[in-house]
């Protein structure tokens, strides 16, 4: 369905304004369908992409900053978002030996075995969006998005 038509427009749309509100409204239906897949596990999408860069530091713990410069969303509260995932026991905080105003961030077992329980459904999730595109479709998405977001 065309944008136009989702959103009712009543006038003749700019290419570049309708380019933003496809755009835009694609990453919200993303988002609701991801969160639904989260929802099952009390989990947001912020509280999720900590737990996946915890897990890819391999046992090593990350401190706020490295978090925060991986974040997808750059705005979320870092801070917040790892004294929830303390609270469900799915990370643990410490002190930092080396420098005690720095804390070290660490992914628990708890916190790997829902990762695991949660990767299938991830996987599912998106492979359905790209269900659609073949892969040089794809590869010319990447391509478009990457040079469209480069301001």
Do not use: W
């Not at 829902?114 to 990767?119: A, Q």
């Amino acid at each position: 369905m065309k944008i136009e038509e989702i959103i009712k427009a009543t006038s003749d749309l700019t290419l570049e304004k309708r380019t933003l509100l496809n755009l835009m409204y694609t990453q919200n239906v993303i988002s609701e369908k991801f969160n639904e897949v989260l929802k099952p596990f009390e989990l947001s999408t912020e509280q999720f992409n900590v737990l996946r860069i915890l897990r890819g530091q391999k046992g090593k713990p990350a401190n706020m900053c490295v978090i925060q410069e991986r974040m997808i969303a750059k705005t979320s509260n870092t801070t917040r978002l790892v004294d929830k995932l303390l609270l469900k026991e799915l990370v643990t905080r410490e002190v930092c030996p080396e420098n005690r105003r720095k804390m070290e961030i660490e992914i628990t077992d708890k916190g790997l075995a829902l990762l695991k329980e949660l990767d299938p459904l991830v996987v599912t999730h998106e492979n359905h969006f790209a269900e659609n595109l073949t892969r040089e479709e794809l590869e010319n998405l990447n391509n478009l998005l990457e040079k469209f977001r480069t301001i």
